[in-house]
C-alpha cells in the first residue's frame, strides 16, 4: 500500500513560481512511476508530468518548458516528489494531484493551485 500527501499549492500571480511536493510513504515497486494531474473547475482531469523511478521524464506540451518535475529518495521511508512551476499562468489554475504507479495506480487528495492578478 503506497500512501500519497501533497504539499505546496497556494495562489500565485501570472509569472509567479510555486513548488508542489509530495510524500509517498509505503513500499514501492522497482519499477514505478510517479507523477501529476491538473483539474480545472468543469474540466477532465489532465495529465501534467511524470517521472520512472529510473529518471525519465515526461511532460505535457502545455508546460513543457516551464515546469520541471524530480524525486528524491528518504531511503526507506519513501519517495518525495516534486513539480517546480514557473512562469504561471491564469490557465494553470486547477486542482493537482500526485499519483503513483507502483502495480496499481495511487491518488493523493490534491492540492489547489489559483494564479489569479
Known amino acids: 500500500q503506497v500512501q500519497l500527501v501533497e504539499s505546496g499549492g497556494g495562489s500565485v500571480q501570472p509569472g509567479g513560481s510555486l513548488r508542489l511536493s509530495c510524500e509517498a510513504s509505503?513500499?514501492?515497486?522497482?519499477?514505478?512511476?510517479m507523477g501529476w494531474y491538473r483539474q480545472a473547475p468543469g474540466k477532465e482531469r489532465e495529465f501534467v508530468a511524470h517521472?520512472?523511478?529510473?529518471?525519465?521524464?515526461?511532460?505535457?506540451d502545455s508546460v513543457e518548458g516551464r515546469f520541471t518535475i524530480s524525486r528524491g529518495s528518504r531511503g526507506n521511508a519513501g519517495d518525495t516528489l516534486y513539480l517546480q512551476m514557473n512562469n504561471l499562468h491564469p490557465e494553470d489554475t486547477a486542482v493537482y494531484y500526485c499519483?503513483?504507479?507502483?502495480?496499481?495506480?495511487?491518488w493523493g487528495r490534491g492540492t489547489q493551485v489559483t494564479v489569479s492578478s
Open positions: 509505503g513500499r514501492l515497486f522497482d519499477r514505478n512511476i
Open positions: 499519483y503513483c504507479y507502483s502495480l496499481k495506480n495511487y
Open positions: 517521472i520512472t523511478a529510473r529518471g525519465s521524464t515526461n511532460y505535457a
